[in-house]
């Protein structure tokens, strides 16, 4: 059978990232065991989901990064919402009773720097305002959480999140113009 | 010859001090203008240099994307009518056929409708990697080699006529859906191998590809997009809208869309939706294939074959045979799969796309299609002409209204099952779910898109056409596709294995279809 070529030559370009994704799969995995196996027989604090939780982080962030809406404010919040996560799980397994102020510190200077993003390229990031609605959403709840169990003792911090939250989610309604419903519609619609 | 070339520098150098006092004019009006880069105009005389100025700075106010992309459309505008001066077209009819009109609005409205996905779409951004994607393939073979310049314009007005193709995927809470995204589509001269995962995360990108390599137009769709019928339509308007711009004006019929024609409601549904159908809901599930032998190559596919033949002698042979042509590739494919396999025992199960189409006219260019399996044991496959009987019977009754609609009903309720659950939530599960059923049930696909026609004004001018299936983890994926006297049927190759393209050559070469076959070349790991 003889062919006739008719496309181009390939690039010779091999691309190494689904093996590079499977061997660092394998390794992860298994310092997940490793690290769980460790901890049971040493016994002690659950440090290893720390370590579980970091894996993902790693995994998910620069491994094997999103293939969709992978744009500035996607990752930011992300970044962001994992590293939080992180520091509750050390309060709660390692040593308590700091990780309210410090999401909330957290929350408060990634709402800034959300905005920040947003207005830098507006014109494209302009798309991209669910994450950011998301992310203003949690510290929202968060805060008025935090209010609540504070008991009256609530650190300043607490307030500052609340109205930032608060403020963000008018720029994001501001950015939809005056497709509000639409946009919402759009980023919330179940069919 | 000197002389020529000192009036073209003349003719730059007034292009260029007269956009100088263009500039000092606006300067002295007061007006606020964004200016371009000064362009060289492509023709020699004075005047029509200045008809092209006018009709530039007329391009400029109806263009509202970030001034990069603007100056990059705008160069597209020049580069065409470099092409037209080189030529010999006379300005006036370079401008008509270039007319900014052409644009309809679309580049200056800011972009704000969007999509949700259809059912049969919601899959695919599930069942992305890093190294694959639902991606496919429909090219036209012109008689003459491609002007770059001329398919670059035919893109940009051809695109607004098809929306839901000019959009971003983006994640909603709850599904995935297509933003709208108004930026400047653009063609790319072919380097890579076939149906290559389009890069779709960053903002505003593109979701298919438009490639040129010699007398080929290739369109990269993904699969999330719309189906082999919806991409046809495309492809085909491309084609018309390129050949106008060359001076071939055709009519808009044969499933040619008018570029500048009113986008109908109709084309952008989500068609699933529309059909209620009653009785069992199935389809889905069945029991893992055997799949053809050899190593999966690591870049896939690894090696694209097309066997071109005459179509009446292919449609006589399965005549001929008591089969339809699908019905007479299949046997071959089983065939070759056979030869292409070291086991004795299990099934070979391959799927076939079914146009919806046909039992629920439609003329949505969205996804409307359903499959279903051709299963046959590898004990009973020997000759092809003996599975004939039984594929014809399979066809008939898997591909049939009421189990097509069986399976619709399947995806309707499987996809309004899980609506509600959060997407970080949903995808994982789902991905779970498509790793165990997936490309594992079938050994692999034909999907036939049937005949192709093109207006009779263009249609001499078109060679043929192809259809290549994207590469999954089966070893080998079949697709055909007929033009004029020419019937094309494609091979997608995923290991570097032979046995199976050569089984089917072998095999066609045996029922008297002497095929011509062309490809490219094979990626060795």
């Given at each position: 059978m003889q062919i006739n070529i008719?496309?181009?030559?390939?690039?010779?370009k091999k691309s190494h990232r689904s093996i590079m994704i499977n061997i660092v799969k394998d390794l992860f995995l298994l310092s997940a065991l490793l690290c769980v196996t460790i901890n049971i027989w040493a016994g002690?604090?659950?440090w290893s989901i720390i370590v579980l939780w970091s894996l993902y982080m790693i995994w998910t962030l620069?491994?094997?990064?999103?293939?969709?809406?992978?744009?500035r404010i996607s990752q930011f919040t992300k970044v962001i919402v994992q590293s939080c996560i992180m520091l509750v799980l050390i309060d709660v397994f390692?040593?308590?009773?700091w990780a309210s102020n410090v999401v909330s510190i957290v929350c408060f200077g990634a709402l800034i720097a959300v905005c920040l993003l947003l207005y830098t390229d507006f014109e494209r990031q302009r798309h991209n305002l669910l994450p950011m609605i998301l992310l203003s959403a949690l510290s929202f709840v968060l805060s008025v959480v935090l209010m609540i169990i504070s008991e009256g003792n609530v650190p300043w911090q607490v307030p500052v999140t609340f109205v930032l939250s608060l403020a963000v989610l008018i720029v994001c309604f501001k950015t939809m113009g005056g497709n509000i419903k639409s946009e919402l519609k759009k980023l919330f619609h179940t069919i | 010859m000197r002389q020529k070339t000192r009036q073209k520098e003349d003719t730059e150098k007034s292009n260029i001090s007269e956009a100088g006092m263009e500039r000092q004019k606006s300067k002295k009006n007061g007006k606020k203008k964004v200016h371009l880069p000064d362009i060289s105009l492509p023709f020699a005389a004075e005047a029509d240099n200045q008809k092209v100025a006018l009709f530039l700075e007329d391009l400029e106010r109806r263009i509202t994307l970030s001034m990069a992309e603007k100056i990059a459309l705008i160069e597209d505008f020049v580069n065409a009518l470099k092409f037209y001066a080189t030529t010999g077209l006379t300005v006036d009819e370079a401008l008509e056929r270039l007319?900014?009109?052409?644009?309809g609005g679309f580049y200056s409205r800011p972009s704000n409708t969007w999509y949700s996905l259809d059912n049969a779409a919601k899959i695919y951004p599930f069942s992305m990697k890093h190294d694959y994607m639902a991606v496919f393939r429909l090219s036209a073979y012109l008689k003459e080699n491609i002007v770059p310049e001329i398919l670059q314009m035919a893109l940009t007005f051809t695109v607004k006529r098809f929306p839901s193709f000019a959009t971003t995927v983006k994640k909603g809470f709850f599904w995935h859906y297509l933003d709208a995204t108004k930026r400047r589509y653009i063609v790319e001269p072919e380097t890579g191998m076939p149906c290559q995962p389009i890069?779709?995360?960053?903002?505003?990108?593109?979701?298919f590809r438009v490639l040129y390599y010699q007398n080929r137009i290739s369109v990269e769709y993904f699969h999330i997009l719309t189906d082999g019928s919806g991409g046809m339509c495309f492809l085909k308007t491309l084609v018309a809208e390129y050949f106008r711009l060359l001076g071939t004006t055709s009519s808009?019929?044969?499933?040619?869309?008018?570029?500048?024609g009113l986008v109908a409601p109709g084309e952008i549904s989500n068609e699933f939706l529309n059909i209620r159908s009653e009785g069992a809901a199935s389809g889905f599930v069945q029991k893992a294939a055997v799949q053809f032998g050899g190593k999966l190559a690591r870049?896939?596919?690894c090696r694209v074959i097309h066997f071109k033949m005459d179509a009446t002698a292919l449609k006589e042979v399965a005549g001929r045979k008591g089969a339809t042509v699908t019905a007479y590739i299949l046997s071959l494919m089983f065939v070759a799969g056979r030869r292409a396999?070291?086991?004795?025992e299990g099934e070979f199960n391959i799927q076939v796309p079914v146009n919806m189409r046909k039992f629920h006219p439609s003329n949505t260019l969205r996804n409307f299609s359903m499959y279903c399996g051709i299963r046959l044991p590898l004990a009973e496959i020997s000759e092809p002409d003996e599975l004939i009987p039984e594929i014809m019977r399979q066809l008939t009754d898997k591909a049939s209204y009421k189990a097509m609609n069986e399976m619709v009903k399947a995806t309707n309720l499987l996809t309004n099952a899980i609506r509600f659950i959060p997407l970080f939530l949903k995808a994982p599960v789902v991905r779970m779910v498509y790793g165990f059923l997936g490309d594992r049930i079938f050994c692999s696909t034909l999907s036939n898109l049937g005949v192709v026609s093109l207006p009779p004004e263009i249609s001499e001018r078109v060679d043929s056409f192809d259809f290549v299936l994207g590469a999954g983890t089966n070893r080998a994926s079949c697709s055909v596709v007929t033009f004029g006297n020419t019937a094309t049927l494609s091979v997608t190759k995923?290991?570097?294995?032979p046995s199976f393209e050569e089984a089917l050559y072998e095999l066609l070469y045996r029922d008297g279809l002497t095929p011509v076959v062309e490809g490219s070349e094979l990626i060795a790991d």
């Open positions: 008719t496309y181009p030559k390939p690039p010779k002690g604090k659950a620069f491994i094997h990064p999103d293939m969709i809406e992978y744009n390692i040593t308590s009773g | 007319d900014a009109k052409n644009l890069r779709i995360g960053r903002s505003g990108s593109q979701t808009c019929d044969n499933g040619v869309l008018p570029v500048n870049i896939r596919p396999s070291d086991n004795i995923n290991t570097i294995d």
